[in-house]
């Protein structure tokens, strides 16, 4: 390389006053200049979340399935953007996080990958695609970043298999983040939505699994509906962030659903399974009920779409030549429509 940098620079040549650039299209300081510094624009990097976590600033982190939670996310200055498979639950509607495949949550990460180009993005692993032996966890995870856009992936560590599946992955080259306490995956031997960590074997368990997790190569740790000093405790043993959801205000940062803080589903079933630890700063379900009654009332009275939303005209000789041409087709009935809501349109603007 050190050959072809050189080869470079000799072969530009001086010509009618101007530097010819010749062979090498490579700018000189690509390979030798380093890295440069981002600008707030750029894609979040796992160098500046260790910046932020030893300088003691709060990570940000928020759930997003789609395009338009993406671009809200990019908009708000979020860190890390997780495609959760959460999307089982508040966007397919299934009760728990089990059911997605592998396919579903690709296009999901996609659609993101798409809208955010500020926050790291990190795909979750879904039930089923890492469990079974490490190449399965290496290919999954391998799926998410070349066919997601995602720039790590987070999974689910309570157990010996899925620290040993963390650690093949941070192997191949991954970035990963760990999950502790309530692992929504594993509700079948929880027994449930349970909170973990409320006796000394669970809280013990809790801060052991997470040291796991970092000693295999995880740069951060989620912890789920465990009490704060237990959260408090692991974020002091670890030298990782942790990154808390109900788990008090002791953890590096703080994670939410996106639905569930912007109060998106506003109907008794949702009510029953928000999680306590969740704080709606928003009501935005409210919102887009009373939308949708409006839109479906002027529908129904006909104000909808009134002159404003009726933008595209035909000048009046135009008019007069489509009528006369329904009429040689026959179209007579066709031909009254349109000259009476061409006067119609007419009149209604007269009057405003």
Known sequence: ????????????????????????????????????PQTSNQRTTLNQLRQKY??????????????????????????????GDSASMVVHGHDTTLPISLDEMLVHCRAVARGATRPLLVGDLPFGTYETSTSQAVDTAVRVLK???????????????????????????????????????????????RPQGRNVASAVKVVETAMALQEVGCFSVVLECVPAPVAAAATSALQIPTIGI??????????????????????????????????????????????????????????????????????????NAFTK???????????????????ELEKTNTQQ
């Open 1 to 36: 390389m050190a050959f072809l940098h050189r080869l470079s620079k000799a072969s530009s040549v001086a010509g009618g006053g101007r530097l010819i650039r010749r062979l090498s299209n490579v700018p000189e300081n690509t390979v030798y200049g380093g890295p440069k």
């Open 54 to 83: 030893k300088k003691g600033e709060p990570i940000t982190v928020v759930t997003a399935y789609d395009y338009p939670s993406a671009v809200h996310l990019d908009t708000a200055g979020i860190d890390i953007c997780l495609v």
């Open 147 to 193: 066919e997601g856009g995602m720039d790590a992936i987070k999974l689910e560590g309570g157990s010996p298999s899925r620290i040993t599946a963390a650690k093949a992955i941070v192997e191949a080259g991954i970035a990963v983040i760990g999950h502790v306490g309530l692992t929504p995956q594993a509700i079948s031997v929880l027994g449930g939505f």
């Open 246 to 319: 109900g788990a008090g205000p002791f953890c590096s940062g703080q994670v939410l659903v996106y639905h569930d803080l912007l109060g998106m589903l506003q109907h008794p079933h949702h009510a029953k399974v928000t999680p306590k630890f969740c704080k709606q700063y928003a009501r935005v379900g409210d919102v887009i009920n009373k939308a949708l009654l409006e839109y479906k009332e002027e529908v129904t009275n006909g104000t909808f779409p009134g002159p404003s939303h009726t933008p595209y005209k035909m000048n009046p000789k135009d008019e």
């Open 325 to 343: 041409e329904l009429q040689k087709m026959g179209l007579d009935a066709a031909a009254s429509a349109a000259t009476e809501a061409a006067a």
